[in-house]
């Protein structure tokens, strides 16, 4: 049981360089979302989908683009990666808004922009 | 959804109990609380969550007051592998999709 799957689980990226981060879950969940979490600080969220081609902005969207078309995927993209940027990031699903469920984390990729 | 106040740090020796304080003053009728722990940088595990009644589960028992204002996860037998970052989040059902998770609380088990 794979449950949320992140890669790259390590990534160091020069300044202005683009990329994707992958983000897949098996268990059906409809809701999905993305947060960063930097040193001393708690997650903060990003974006969020609470199905197939439905996302939302979190707390913190600017530069990031995000797109669910499937409900197993939700990749997070950097169009251009800034040095504030580095961070750890997290996806997370859950099942259903309307459960009152816990939400199930991968194990986070660790970003670096040089 | 409210906000929620937890000690920095605690310490606890390994096999004793572990009893880890929320305060959530101004919780809400509809606001569940939810506690998740984060062991050194994985991602966030979720342990337990509650609305009125006291929940255990296999892995903690969460404990509320009877005016909902703060709360108490226990862990009965604390293990070395039990050292991390505790977050108490209220949220409610239906609510904001964020989970604001805070700063937590740092659990350290001592052998």
């Known amino acids: 049981n794979a449950g949320v799957t992140q890669t790259p689980k390590f990534q160091v990226l020069k300044t202005g360089q683009s990329m994707t981060l992958q983000c897949a879950q098996d268990?059906?969940?409809?809701?999905m979302s993305w947060y960063r979490q930097d040193p001393g600080m708690g997650l903060r969220l990003i974006h969020y989908s609470v199905g197939a081609g439905i996302t939302d902005q979190g707390e913190v969207p600017n530069g990031y683009n995000v797109s669910r078309s499937t409900t197993e995927d939700f990749p997070l993209r950097l169009l251009s990666a800034a040095p504030s940027q580095t961070s750890v990031y997290f996806c997370?699903?859950?099942?259903?808004?309307?459960?009152?469920?816990?939400?199930?984390f991968g194990q986070g990729t660790r970003l670096t922009v040089v | 959804d409210a906000k929620t106040t937890q000690p920095t740090s605690m310490d606890c020796a390994e096999g004793r109990a572990a009893n880890l304080p929320c305060n959530h003053s101004t919780i809400s009728g509809n606001e569940y609380v939810y506690w998740y722990r984060q062991i050194h940088s994985q991602g966030p595990q979720y342990i337990i969550h509650?609305?009125?009644n006291n929940e255990t589960n296999e892995m903690a028992s969460l404990i509320i007051t009877e005016d909902r204002k703060s709360s108490t996860l226990i862990l009965p037998h604390a293990t070395l592998r039990d050292t991390a970052v505790y977050y108490c989040?209220?949220?409610?059902?239906?609510?904001?999709?964020?989970?604001?998770f805070g700063k937590g609380t740092k659990l350290t088990v001592n052998p």
């Open positions: 989040i209220v949220r409610a059902q239906g609510g904001s999709e964020k989970l604001v």
């Open positions: 509650g609305l009125k």
């Open positions: 268990m059906n969940h409809e809701y």
């Open positions: 997370a699903s859950r099942p259903d808004r309307r459960m009152n469920t816990e939400a199930f």
